[in-house]
């Protein structure tokens, strides 16, 4: 059973950056994706960033990808999700999960079989 512990949320005004990162506890990703998803008060969870571990591969969500850069330090297992020029509409709830590699699109919670607790990210106006 994979363990995934997320850190670094917390609060910060628009225009500022965080960075996330998300450990697993697996003795090896290397047949994984790795996923960043975010859930905002009174919304469903919807897809952020995605990797695979083993080609570094990466999506991302129209909304982020020119703001966001998902990484990985595959000796830490550690997967980060780089959060620049932040809004206030990208206030959520982020949840790092992973899964084996399959043909269910990386962009749907069903895909992944693991999830972290959650960080709250809030962006101040």
């Known amino acids: 059973q994979m363990q995934l512990l997320e850190s670094g949320g917390g609060l910060v005004q628009a225009g500022g950056s965080l960075t996330l990162s998300c450990v697993a506890s697996?003795?090896?990703?290397?047949?994984?994706?790795v996923g960043w998803f975010r859930q905002a008060p009174g919304k469903e969870r919807e897809f952020v960033a995605s990797m695979w571990w083993n080609t570094g591969a990466t999506s991302y969500a129209e909304s982020v990808k020119d703001r966001f850069n998902i990484s990985r330090d595959a000796a830490k297992n550690t997967v980060y999700l780089q959060l620049n020029s932040l809004k206030p509409e990208d206030t959520a709830v982020y949840y790092c999960?992973?899964?084996?590699?399959?043909?269910?699109?990386?962009?749907?919670?069903?895909?992944?079989?693991?999830w972290g607790q959650g960080t709250q990210v809030t962006v101040s106006s």
């Open positions: 999960a992973s899964g084996v590699i399959s043909t269910v699109s990386v962009r749907t919670p069903r895909a992944y079989s693991y």
């Open positions: 697996a003795r090896t990703l290397r047949h994984y994706k």
